[in-house]
Nanobody, 130 residues
Framework: QVQLVESGGGSVQAGGSLRLSCTAS????????MGWFRQAPGKEREAVAV????????YYADSVKGRFTISQHNAKNTVYLQMNSLKPEDTAMYYC???????????????????????WGQGTQVTVSS
């Protein structure tokens, strides 16, 4: 059974920062797109940031570009999400994900589609107050 172990959520005021971490097995980490989705109450789950272990094939949601950064620590099989300039609308449950890359338009990429991710962490809550 694949386990994705998350940490780093919490509560912060608007403008603050948080860093999420997600650790996987070496097999999952080295052969999967990994990253983060989120779901706010009453809203659909959406991709936040995903990428490959070498830092390529990175996707960011438009709403987080310039504020959030996904990074990888290969020796620890860990992916991070550094979240800066947090806004109240970033409040959500954040889920670590792992899944296959896909080949589209002549190149490989990490998808932003929920259904493409087979493995999900338990979720960590991020709350941003105004």
């Amino acid at each position: 059974q694949v386990q994705l172990v998350e940490s780093g959520g919490g509560s912060v005021q608007a403008g603050g920062s948080l860093r999420l971490s997600c650790t996987a097995s070496v097999v999952v980490y080295s052969t999967s797109c990994m990253g983060w989705f989120r779901q706010a109450p009453g809203k659909e789950r959406e991709a936040v940031a995903v990428g490959w272990s070498d830092g390529t094939m990175t996707y960011y949601a438009d709403s987080v570009k310039g504020r959030f950064t996904i990074s990888q620590h290969n020796a620890k099989n860990t992916v991070y999400l550094q979240m800066n300039s947090l806004k109240p609308e970033d409040t959500a449950m954040y889920y670590c994900v792992a899944g296959a890359r896909w080949f589209d338009g002549g190149r490989w990429s990490c998808p932003s589609v929920t259904s493409m991710y087979n493995y999900w962490g338990q979720g960590t809550q991020v709350t941003v107050s105004s």
